[in-house]
């Protein structure tokens, strides 16, 4: 094993780390952290992107959480993945005659009537889709980090600005939270306009972009996000090559890491982090070693 996938199972005991943060050498060796991350809250073990999930990953003992942030008719901003509500509510039930059931075409108020757990198991039968400010209210309850997708931005006209104005409303844009927060989105012009924005907010692009275009997303990106099968280790150490906009060499997180045998690959690619829906395997696995 060489000594990136070294540090970075020792670091992984710890269930999380800092992003941008060098760690002194005698700490964790001559590279970063691993940083294991609970991609839409602990969601193999609680309804995804709810409440339950943030709760479930701070019981575990992972600080960092991954959302997505939407946006409902009365200009609303709500935590969920799908554009459509139809997967992980039942609003076919409530609202039978509203397909496609998109996030778009329903107001705060009515979403809020929708039960988004009894999908996932009757134990969480009557869970809610949470509004940004209920979720991040739960984060900090936790003292937890927040990796922050911007979900369909195209769908959202002006939804960066929006959820740059609540997470300052919520005081997450200040020093104290200056590590505990990245934005990311598929979408390189909406991180263009947030890092326009808001210069000192880490952000990240979820893709593989090719490894000759990674300057051009280092004017705005600080993390290079892609999925774990479009990535080599031989990739990895070109992203670790250019600095980004803060003068930092760019980092990478992974996703979706769920067994140990993606784990370990990962690893040995030098990642900084993974995402997974089931953190607690990953952070087994790696303990293992």
Do not use: C
Not at 34 to 41: C, E
Request: no cysteine; net charge positive.
């Amino acid at each position: 094993m060489h000594a990136r996938a070294v540090a970075a199972t020792t670091t992984a005991l710890l269930g999380t780390a800092a992003l941008l943060s060098p760690v002194p050498a005698a700490r964790a060796g001559d590279v970063g952290r691993l940083t294991v991350l609970a991609h839409r809250g602990a969601s193999a073990y609680a309804p995804e992107n709810t409440l339950a999930a943030v709760d479930k990953a701070a019981a575990l003992g992972f600080t960092w959480v991954e959302n997505d942030v939407q946006r409902t008719r009365d200009g609303r901003l709500v935590v969920i993945h799908d554009d459509s509500l139809r997967r992980t509510t039942n609003v076919e039930q409530v609202f039978p005659g509203r397909a496609p059931w998109k996030v778009k075409d329903f107001t705060a108020a009515e979403i809020a009537r929708l039960d988004a757990g009894s999908w996932f198991s009757r134990a969480y039968t009557g869970t809610r889709v949470p509004t940004l400010a209920q979720y991040m209210r739960e984060v900090e309850h936790h003292h937890e980090k927040l990796l922050l997708e911007i979900k369909n931005p195209e769908l959202y006209p002006g939804v960066e600005r929006q959820i740059l104005e609540q997470l300052g409303d919520e005081g997450w844009l200040d020093r104290r939270h200056r590590g505990r927060l990245v934005v990311q989105s598929f979408s390189a012009d909406s991180l263009r306009l947030v890092h326009r924005l808001r210069p000192a907010v880490t952000t990240g692009y979820l893709g593989t972009p090719s490894a000759a275009t990674l300057p051009r997303y280092a004017g705005f990106a600080d993390l290079i996000n892609p999925s774990v099968g479009s990535i080599s280790a031989g990739y990895v150490r070109s992203v670790h090559s250019v600095h980004g906009p803060h003068g930092r060499p760019l980092r990478v997180l992974t996703w979706t890491v769920d067994d140990a045998v993606t784990a370990w690959k990962a690893v040995g690619y030098g990642v900084d982090g993974v995402i997974s829906n089931k953190p607690d395997v990953v952070r087994a696995a790696l303990r293992a070693s």
